[in-house]
């Protein structure tokens, strides 16, 4: 049977209706969780997440099973009757892994918010597995210190995410962002001499900007990664929409800027 969701007066009919009064079949549910994830994309349209959250649904008790898909008609209800946006799902599932030691082994702990000191729950941070979303790690505490940025899969070693040693005491993730990019560098701080104004990436600064140095920039959409050297290496900052009068507000203690890039959502 094809379920249509058409307004919020039919769903609220279903969900009391069914939900309430019986269980849901193991067919029933993964073609809820089907159409769910189209609906408000909280998960990608492959078989494998599907499969995984139908595992998660089955192997639940009958009483945490009405929970969960109530929980999930609840908010569809709401995104249909126009309370709720798509993007505010997409933070959701948020998930990263620490590990004390390489190759994910030793102490681990799991991570799914912005977190401003991490020191207490691991000592050192040898490798990272990043299941969800866009993150910024920092090297102290209160977000200060080397930058990193790591998206959507495995890193056995802290060379694979550029790191300079094992110290990881702060993370914010990187909030979805829909739409164009746009920013201004300028050759010199308070917005002053040459100026260009970008929207895509660029590998090479001196290339594109005749200079090597970056002392002051715009952001006004979406969010960028500035490096060091050139072809997206060295030194790394993350850049929020914002006006930077000097190189201090992104965190570097030189101007030099050798490369940046747009920061794509790779979930």
């Not at 994830?37 to 990608?44: A, M, P, Q």
């Not at 997440?49 to 099973?65: G, P, S, V």
């Not at 941070?125 to 505490?141: A, D, H, K, M, T």
């Amino acid at each position: 049977m094809e379920w249509l969701f058409c307004d919020a007066h039919v769903l609220k009919d279903f969900k009391y209706a069914k939900i309430s009064e019986f269980a849901i079949d193991t067919k029933l549910a993964l073609h809820l969780i089907t159409h769910l994830s189209k609906t408000v994309s909280l998960w990608d349209s492959s078989r494998l997440q599907r499969n995984k959250l139908l595992l998660l649904y089955q192997a639940a008790t009958w009483i945490e099973q009405q929970r969960a898909l109530l929980g999930h008609f609840m908010m569809l209800e709401l995104l249909i009757s126009g309370n709720l946006k798509t993007n505010l799902f997409n933070n959701i599932f948020l998930q990263i892994f620490f590990y004390e030691d390489r190759n994910f082994q030793g102490r681990c702990y799991e991570c799914s918010s912005e977190c401003s000191d991490l020191s207490s729950y691991f000592n050192r941070c040898n490798s990272i597995r990043v299941e969800n979303g866009n993150w910024i790690l920092y090297e102290q505490p209160s977000y200060r210190g080397h930058q990193y940025y790591l998206w959507k899969g495995e890193y056995p070693d802290f060379q694979r995410w550029m790191g300079f040693n094992d110290y990881i005491k702060s993370c914010r993730f990187i909030p979805n962002h829909h739409g164009q990019y746009k920013m201004r560098i300028y050759e010199r701080g308070d917005f002053q001499g040459k100026m260009m104004e970008f929207s895509d990436d660029c590998p090479n600064t001196y290339d594109r900007f005749s200079f090597r140095d970056i002392h002051s920039c715009n952001v006004s959409d979406g969010h960028w990664m500035f490096y060091e050297e050139p072809n997206y290496r060295g030194r790394q900052y993350y850049l929020r929409p914002g006006e930077y009068r000097r190189f201090s507000d992104w965190g570097a203690s030189t101007a030099r800027i050798g490369s940046f890039r747009r920061v794509h959502h790779m979930f």
